[in-house]
């Protein structure tokens, strides 16, 4: 137990780095790091469980694409409510509610008797990662005040998790070979429990200097839009596009749509800034992010269940032989770094578009029976491709927006990257219905139009590049800045109490850029403009 000092810091701490000593700063890094290590395991490794939960649960094709799509749909609904959440009542406190919920979710997937429980299980993990990533990048943006201290906290959170992508497929293969496709939810309890009490006991409560109001509405009308069309993509295969259900839904979906922008248009302060998409660079990165997670989500969910239901290989085989994918990915994402401080975001840009669409060029030749030589390269071209996109679609996306408006840039764009996700898994069912359901059909054939699909939104990545570095975008970004500046200074946001006012970390308001700011750049500092500085600096409670 650190005992304060003189001065409200910690014994032992270092003047200037948020109060708390190297090694307390460490233990709180490793708990948020945690958070993000279960569910990264989680994405890759339940993708291979998909063929044994569909034998075990006598599931459809359609379950099984729900028992994937629903967590992403879940983040993307809530994502920006979990972050504002932990804002508002605690960051701490969000974190370990997220972390319980997230955990509740893990045991009742494990021990659902029947697929439909499944996917409310998935659903109820959603609901739990959206309080766990945002709020835990947020406390650790916190804690780590001094900028070069804070970008390596958050290279190594961006690290932990490129880590996960390479052992989720390994760990997954192990437990499902070994103790069946439950185990892939059975190891979260432990390492939740852990998480938790290391939460309660180290990490530091806070929260956000000033409290924008909900939009619960626009919310709503948003997580309609979203789940009413991966409905209709999803159920179409089985039901048909002419099914009652199918239609209603559909047109359920365009109206909650159009309420959507309609009323967002006209909130104060609104879910979805729409004015954001007037600028290009913002309106391009999120499409792009878009394009890259759809492919992703696809390219997952075939992959998965071609190794282990075409080619009849075990769990671990397939997790192993998807091994490169995550290598690529921890690889190519500090050069990809590099390439945007040296050089902007087109290059990394572009060679994700191209890596896209000549992995999808040869997954057009994979059959059955196709060398294992095609497959290695194809996983490493797509590593290549989704390690390539984060720091540059992230920085793209908040260039030239005013520093206390880029964490609701990044936020708006990291739902694309989840809503792709869920795009991915259902598109997979529309275009590939005859490859989901082995042996009755033929692979190739089948798969063809998913991945004359993903070729397209290569092609589309690789024009993106372009557009979204011109300098037309860099116009319609300055134009863009000063109004939603003059915008933002004229709402009166809800302040914190006076008591939680007078805890204000000095060392924080001397930070010249806010969490938000950092965690868009991927930890690569953007140039401020001359005079800059965050609009509030963060409120931390030792």
């Known amino acids: 137990m650190e005992t304060p000092a003189a001065n409200g810091h910690p014994v032992g701490a270092n003047p200037g780095t948020g109060g708390f000593s190297n090694r307390r700063k460490a233990a709180i890094l490793a708990t948020c790091c945690l958070s993000v290590l279960i569910a990264g395991i989680e994405i890759t490794s339940l993708n291979l469980a998909i063929p044994a939960i569909r034998s075990d649960l006598n599931a459809t094709a359609a379950h099984a694409q729900w028992a994937v799509a629903i967590y992403s749909l879940g983040v993307a609904s809530l994502l920006m409510l979990g972050g504002a959440a932990g804002d508002r009542f605690g960051r701490r406190r969000v974190l370990q509610i997220g972390m319980t919920i997230f955990l509740l979710g893990s045991l009742l997937c494990s021990l659902a008797p029947v697929i439909d429980v499944l996917i409310a299980g998935r659903l109820v993990q959603a609901v739990g990662a959206s309080m766990m990533n945002p709020v835990a990048l947020a406390i650790i943006s916190q804690v780590f005040v001094a900028p070069d201290e804070r970008a390596r906290a958050i290279g190594i959170w961006g690290a932990v998790f490129g880590a996960s992508v390479v052992l989720g497929p390994v760990i997954g293969g192990v437990l499902i070979h070994l103790f069946g496709w439950r185990a892939v939810f059975w190891i979260n309890i432990p390492l939740g429990v852990v998480a938790i009490i290391a939460c309660a006991v180290l990490v530091p409560e806070s929260r956000s200097a000033t409290i924008r109001s909900t ?19 999803i159920e179409s295969s089985g039901r048909g596009w002419t099914h009652p259900w199918i239609i209603v839904t559909a047109v359920a979906t365009v109206l909650a ?3 959507f922008l309609r009323y967002e248009s006209r909130h104060p302060e609104p879910f979805i800034e729409l004015r954001f998409f007037r600028s290009i660079p913002f309106a391009a990165s999120t499409v792009t992010a878009l394009c890259v997670f759809i492919v992703w989500g696809a390219f997952l969910f075939m992959m998965s269940l071609y190794l282990q239901s075409w080619r009849d290989y075990t769990a671990i085989h397939a997790g192993l032989l998807l091994l490169p994918v995550g290598v690529a990915v921890l690889v190519v994402s500090p050069i990809s770094g590099y390439l945007v401080r040296r050089f902007g975001s087109r290059p990394p840009l572009l060679i994700t578009g191209l890596m896209t ?6 997954l057009a030749f994979v059959e059955p029976t196709a060398p294992r030589w095609l497959l290695m390269m194809i996983f490493t071209a797509v590593g290549i491709a989704f390690g390539m996109v984060t720091v540059p679609v992230n920085y793209t996306a908040v260039s030239g927006m005013p520093l206390d408006r880029a964490g609701t840039a990044a936020g708006i764009t990291n739902t694309g990257k989840q809503v792709g996700i ?6 997979s069912g529309v275009l590939a219905a005859g ?6 059909g033929d692979f190739a054939d089948s798969a063809d139009p998913l991945w004359v699909f993903t070729f397209a939104l290569g092609l589309a990545i690789t024009a993106l590049a372009f557009v979204s570095t011109s300098s037309r975008a860099k116009r319609s970004a300055e134009r863009l800045a000063p109004l939603i500046s003059s915008t933002a200074a004229e709402r009166s946001p809800s302040p914190v109490s006076p008591s939680a006012q007078q805890h204000e970390s000095a060392d924080a308001r001397k930070c010249p850029l806010s969490w938000d ?4 750049a991927g930890g690569n500092r953007p140039r401020l403009r001359k005079g800059a500085s965050s609009a509030s600096g963060p409120h931390v409670h030792p």
Request: a negative charge; hydrophobic letters at 60%.
């Open 435 to 440: 490859a989901l359901a082995p042996p009755d």
């Open 517 to 520: 700011d950092w965690c868009c």
């Open 257 to 259: 749509f159009v309420g």
């Open 357 to 362: 669409a000549a992995a999808s060029i040869l």
């Open 422 to 427: 869920s795009l991915g898994v259902a598109f």
């Open 215 to 233: 939009d619960p509405i626009g919310q709503l009308l948003v997580a309609g839009s979203l789940f009413g069309l991966v409905f209709v993509l």
